[in-house]
């Protein structure tokens, strides 16, 4: 029900954009997430779309600046713009998805999320 695409390898200082279709979840009722997993690290979140209401978006301070999350509800897809991409953001990126309402207090939270996608890799090195 959850589908991601878009990664690649790129250089520092590149940029990609990440996509996440799901079907079956009406995206303007749904709370989307994005979060990442590094060689040898725990997942972690990146940015989180809330159904609260459409300008609640979540950062982490590590892509502050440099991603932006948007959503297109007539097609049911989640976007993450990357920019400026650093070695330190390499690692397989996971949307996911709940009809749960997410805020400040729990949108990093991989429990609050009930459907994941398989992932997508991104690679950033020289």
């Known amino acids: 029900q959850v589908e991601e695409s878009g990664g690649g390898s790129v250089q520092p200082g590149g940029s990609l954009r990440l996509s996440c279709v799901t079907s079956?979840?009406?995206?303007?009722?749904?709370?989307m997430g994005w979060f990442r997993q590094a060689p040898g690290k725990e997942r972690e979140a990146v940015s989180c779309l809330s159904n609260l209401d459409i300008d609640r978006i979540y950062y982490a301070d590590s892509v502050k600046g440099r991603f932006t999350a948007t959503r297109d509800n007539a097609a049911n897809t989640v976007y993450l713009e990357m920019n400026n991409l650093k070695p330190e953001d390499t690692g397989v990126y996971y949307c996911?998805?709940?009809?749960?309402?997410?805020?400040?207090?729990?949108?990093?939270?991989?429990?609050?999320?009930?459907?994941w996608g398989q992932g997508t890799r991104v690679t950033v090195s020289s």
């Open positions: 079956g979840l009406p995206i303007e009722h749904v709370s």
């Open positions: 996911g998805a709940t009809v749960g309402h997410l805020h400040g207090g729990n949108w990093y939270h991989i429990a609050e999320y009930d459907y």
